[in-house]
Structure formats: C-alpha cells, structure tokens
C-alpha cells in the first residue's frame, strides 16, 4: 500500500523523465537520414553522368567524322610512340626547331622581288654609284659594309640586307675589281650584322631570345644593344679595314 503511494505521488505521475541521450537520439536519426538522402543524390548524379557520356559515345561512334577523327588522333599517337622509341634524338629537336621562321624568311626574298619590281633598285644603284664617285673600290667598300651593318637591324635580318644590296650592287654596273670588293665587304657586314643592335639582326638572335625566355630568362632591348655597341663598332671597323688592305694588295697597279 506505500509501494504504491509512492509510484503515485511521482511528479510524472509514474512516467519516466527522459534523459539526454533519449532526447538526441531523434536528432541523430534525423541527421543520418540526411546523409543517406545526400550519398543517394551523388549516386543517382554518377549515373546520370555516366549515362551521359555513354550517349555521347554512341552519338560520336555514329559520327564517321568523329569516327575518323577518333582513328586518326590514334594512329598518329601510335606513330609518335614508335618513331620516338626508334629515333629518340631526333623526335626530341625536332618539336623544338623553330618552323615559325621559316615564312619570316621567305618573305624577305619577297618584299626585294616587290623593290625590284617597282623600280626601287635602280634608284638605289643610282645612289650607290653617285655616292662612291663613280663605283671606286674603297668607298664601295666603306658604303657596303656599313650600310650591310645597319640594314641588318632595319632591313629584317641579314638575309634582307644581304639579298638587298647584292642586287643594289648587280644593277649599278660596277667593275669586277669593285664588285668583288663589295661582295667580300657585304659578307663581312652581313656576318658582323647579325649581332648587332636588335635581336632581330639575325634569325639567330630571336632564335636566342626564344631560348632565353624558355629558360625564364629575359633581356630588354636597350640592354641588348648597350652591350653590342662597343664590339659591333670595332668589328666593323677592323674587317672593313682589312678587306680594303686586302683589295689594295690584291689590285695594285
């Protein structure tokens, strides 16, 4: 009869007052029930995904362009493999020559032709004659040579100035003894040239100044040709000289 006194005098009227793991234990179910909703969202997404890019394939294996594409991108993937396996040397420079030059040097025979052609180089013989008094050696040797030197920075390289003042030469009638003369002072410029003020004196020079970016490694123009002035100056001066030596010696009278 107390037993029973005492259950019915409990504050929850003989009910238990839940604890705090029972209190959280709807939370937590909540919870995981959220992350298996989320883990079932990525699943169905992966298929979807993968649905989609096997739809695709099949559209593009229906495709005969893709299809050829597909089958060309493989065969010459293979014959990359099989030619760097059977010429490793070869397969490694050959990427890194510089194709890109090759229409920036045909393009000087062109614009020459393009002179020539309206008449430029006759005026510039005309000039080169009167300059020289009347094509004599030594000022043909000077005048070569030092306009080879600055056309190799202006003319685009020193094949332009090369091909330039060859036909400059050609066309202002000059003697044997003179032409020889200017040939071996435009062989000098044109070899002097190529290092001179601006890196695009010489293929040589933008094939360096390609180099030096790959290798993250730069040079500004003003510096380039701050360095060069002083050996440019000499060099030209000295081979200019000993052409004209040699010429006296050569044709003495």
């Known amino acids: 009869m107390r037993r029973t006194i005492l259950m019915d005098g409990h504050p929850g009227g003989g ?24 883990s079932t969202e ?29 089958r060309l991108a493989q065969t010459s993937r293979l014959a990359r493999i099989l030619l760097k396996a059977r010429f490793p040397t070869l397969m490694t420079a050959l990427p890194r020559l ?3 030059l090759i229409p ?18 006759t005026i510039f013989a005309r000039w080169l004659n009167s300059a020289s008094n009347g094509g004599q050696m ?15 920075n202006l003319a685009g390289t020193n094949i332009g100035a090369t091909i330039l003042l060859t036909k400059v030469m050609r066309a202002a ?18 070899n002097v040239g190529a290092v001179s003020f601006t890196f695009s004196a010489s293929l040589a020079g933008l094939l360096w100044k390609t180099i030096l970016e ?22 030209t001066t000295v081979g200019l000289a000993v052409v004209s030596i040699e010429m006296a010696i050569l044709y003495r009278k």
Not at 225 to 234: C, G, L, M, T
């Open 15 to 38: 009910h238990d007052v839940p604890n705090d793991k029972e209190k959280s234990a709807p939370t937590q179910k909540v919870d995981s029930g959220r992350l298996g909703y989320t």
């Open 42 to 70: 990525q699943k169905q997404s992966g298929r979807l995904s993968k649905d989609h890019e096997a739809s695709k394939d099949h559209e593009d294996s229906k495709d005969p362009r893709a299809r050829f594409h597909n």
């Open 98 to 100: 510089p194709f890109t």
């Open 104 to 121: 920036f040097a045909f393009s000087q025979f062109i614009l020459i032709e393009g002179l020539e052609h309206q008449g430029w180089i």
């Open 138 to 152: 030594h000022p043909t040797i000077w005048l070569v040579g030092v306009l080879g030197v600055i056309l190799c």
């Open 173 to 190: 009638g000059l003697s044997d003894a003179t032409s020889r003369a200017g040939a071996i002072s435009l062989a000098v410029a044109s």
């Open 214 to 235: 790959q290798k993250e490694t730069f040079m500004d123009q003003r510096t380039f040709a701050k360095w060069n002035s002083i050996p440019i100056f000499v060099m």
